[in-house]
């Protein structure tokens, strides 16, 4: 079960950092993938990091404000979001994906509860 955490209401321009973290697998096993739903949106892929070699993968929307990555020893993976914008507001779940060779699939075959992230004054 995978599971995210960390989100939380927040200012424009403002920082937050999600976790999610794994229970019954080890994540390094696998690429891991963020993606955000918002009420009244279709489903978002934001982020992936790869299995074979952590390479990062982004949305046009957070690039260059979001980072991606892992921590193996403690089966976590972690995105750091800076410069939120009220556009970023929405429901933040880690997933299962495959991003590979330059190829981001958005293949989210298993998730868990989400975490809400509120960007706004």
């Known amino acids: 079960q995978l599971q995210a955490y960390g989100g939380g209401l927040v200012q424009p321009g403002g920082s937050l950092r999600l976790s999610c973290a794994a229970s019954?697998?080890?994540?390094?096993?696998?690429?891991i993938g963020w993606f955000r739903q918002a009420p009244g949106k279709e489903r978002e892929g934001v982020s992936c990091?790869?299995?074979?070699?952590?390479?990062?993968y982004y949305a046009d929307s957070v690039k260059g404000r979001f980072t991606i990555s892992r921590d193996n020893a403690w089966n976590t993976v972690y995105m750091q979001m800076n410069s939120l914008k009220p556009e970023d507001t929405a429901v933040y779940y880690c997933?299962?994906?495959?991003?590979?060779?330059?190829?981001?699939?958005?293949?989210?075959?298993?998730w868990g509860q989400g975490t809400l992230v509120t960007v706004s004054s």
């Open positions: 019954g697998f080890t994540l390094d096993y696998y690429a």
């Open positions: 997933a299962t994906d495959l991003c590979e060779y330059d190829n981001w699939y958005r293949q989210y075959d298993y």
């Open positions: 990091i790869s299995r074979r070699d952590d390479s990062t």
